[in-house]
């Protein structure tokens, strides 16, 4: 059975830093898409960062997050930095069994999901 846990959400201030862990196990996805996403409610779940043989980060996260792999540990990471009020949002990590050289942007591609961490930044 295929497990994806987060951790490391909480309640940091504007400027702060948080570090978010998603450990997988029941499987290896060395050569899959690991992702990271985001919803507000009432909105969409929103790709945040995913690597696979690329890396993508959404637009208003270039330069402040950073998503990275620890194979042998089966976990990624997201590091998130200059934290903004906008950034509040439960975060998902997500794996696409199909897909390493291509990254999909559409949450429904991907068919493992954590159960979420809440982030929250106060102003």
């Known amino acids: 059975q295929v497990q994806l846990v987060e951790s490391g959400g909480g309640l940091v201030q504007a400027g702060g830093s948080l570090r978010l862990s998603c450990e997988v196990s029941?499987?290896?996805?060395?050569?899959?898409?690991l992702g990271w996403f985001r919803q507000t409610p009432g909105k969409e779940r929103e790709l945040v960062a995913a690597n696979g043989a690329t890396t993508y980060y959404a637009e208003s996260v270039k330069g402040r997050f950073r998503i990275s792999r620890d194979n042998a540990k089966n976990t990624v990471y997201l590091q998130m930095n200059s934290l903004k009020p906008e950034d509040t949002a439960v975060y998902y990590c997500a794996a696409d069994r199909d897909s390493y050289y291509v990254i999909e942007r559409d949450w429904g591609k991907y068919g493992d999901w954590g159960q979420g961490t809440q982030v929250t930044v106060s102003s």
């Open positions: 029941g499987r290896t996805f060395n050569r899959n898409v």
